[in-house]
């Protein structure tokens, strides 16, 4: 299983960005998915998940900015970002949801694959 992750980069507050995850080696529509981030000094943390039918969830900071999303046709997963802020900046990563888990899956346990991180930057 792989999960590459891309779109970050250094961007200006108030831009949009939408990061992209494309799996390999799974059946992809099967499986439910989500996005971490991991700010600078911080531990990583849950931002959003996505299951089977478009279900999701997303932590309480995260609604009304961010949106996630999927295509399987294109074994991709994606997380808009609106309006960022410099508080956005970390490393997002995706992530496989272990088929065992309950919804919704919020802490890194509840995973098993991950995908390398692609680094977002937000200048004031």
């Known amino acids: 299983v792989q999960l590459q992750a891309s779109g970050g980069g250094l961007v200006q507050a108030g831009d949009s960005l939408r990061l992209s995850c494309v799996a390999s080696g799974m059946f992809f529509s099967t499986w439910r998915l989500g996005w971490f981030r991991r700010p600078p000094g911080k531990d990583r943390e849950f931002v959003a998940a996505?299951?089977?039918?478009?279900?999701?969830h997303y932590t309480d900071a995260a609604k009304g900015r961010f949106t996630v999303s999927r295509d399987n046709a294109k074994n991709s997963v994606y997380l808009e970002i609106n309006s960022v802020k410099p508080d956005d900046t970390a490393i997002y990563y995706c992530a496989r949801v272990h088929t065992s888990q309950f919804w919704p899956p919020i802490v890194e346990g509840a995973y098993d694959a991950w995908g390398q991180g692609t680094q977002v930057t937000v200048s004031s």
């Open positions: 996505i299951g089977w039918s478009g279900r999701t």
